[in-house]
């Protein structure tokens, strides 16, 4: 089955900085690859998602990068700000979610 | 706005006890998930169910079931509660439409401790 790997498990950076956050997946059947954050006490919430068509995307400070070749994405954070910091899971799906398969998270802290 | 409800934030039983958790979805997805958190390992999936009594086993089924006898609700239940199943409980639901289709939508979460 599918196994999604991701690093770093925490990450600290300072207030303006970028944040860079990796995951690979081993089942090149995946085709769908979101990132949910969850700040403390709240549920998950997607915050971006990228499908296996297409390479980059970008929405504000937030960007995704795919690279299938390798089985590998990552979650770019530009200008990254105090409420940024959460925990952030990636996560793999191959037809219709069923190996919808998370990271075990990554706690990113920003520092003022 | 998607809203998945879960009946409880937080749930205290003793070992052995049969637990339900409870979780109701308002957008009439076909898709509903229960997933564990732990600390270090992410989001575990237990079971799914993609139509009205029909389930599939996740990665750790041991030790629970699942009932759907309706659509927009997906209960997970511990038969023999032990302490190893102290944890973060989190339902999801899924089936959107054209680019929604794959967005998971989490309810808040029920923190179980079993002493």
């Known amino acids: 089955g599918e196994n999604v790997e991701q690093h770093p498990s925490t990450l600290s950076v300072q207030e303006g900085d970028s944040a860079v956050i990796k995951c690979t997946y081993s089942?090149?059947?995946?085709?769908?690859f979101p990132w949910y954050k969850q700040e403390l006490g709240k549920r998950p919430q997607l915050i971006i998602d990228?499908?296996?068509?297409?390479g980059e995307k970008k929405d504000q400070r937030i960007a995704v990068t795919l690279n299938k070749t390798a089985k590998h994405f990552s979650l770019h954070i530009t200008e990254t700000q105090p409420e940024d910091s959460a925990v952030y899971f990636c996560?793999?799906?191959?037809?219709?979610?069923?190996?919808?398969?998370f990271g075990p998270g990554t706690r990113l802290s920003v520092l003022p | 706005d998607v809203k998945v409800t879960q009946s409880s934030r937080y749930l205290v039983k003793r070992t052995g006890e049969k637990v339900f958790l409870e979780c109701v979805q308002d957008?009439?997805?076909?898709?509903m998930f229960w997933y564990r958190q732990d600390p270090g390992l992410g989001l575990r999936l237990i079971y799914f169910?993609?139509?009205?009594?029909?389930?599939e086993k996740g990665d750790i089924p041991e030790g629970y079931s699942v009932s759907r006898e309706k659509k927009e609700r997906f209960s997970l239940i511990l038969e023999s509660a032990s302490t190893n199943q102290t944890s973060m409980y989190l339902c999801?639901?899924?089936?959107?439409?054209?680019?929604?289709?794959?967005?998971?939508?989490f309810g808040a979460g029920t923190r179980l401790s079993v002493l």
């Open positions: 999801a639901s899924r089936g959107g439409e054209g680019k929604d289709l794959d967005i998971q939508y």
């Open positions: 089942d090149s059947a995946s085709n769908y």
């Open positions: 990228i499908r296996s068509n297409v």
């Open positions: 996560a793999a799906s191959s037809f219709y979610g069923q190996n919808f398969v």
């Open positions: 957008m009439d997805h076909e898709n």
């Open positions: 169910s993609y139509d009205v009594k029909m389930k």
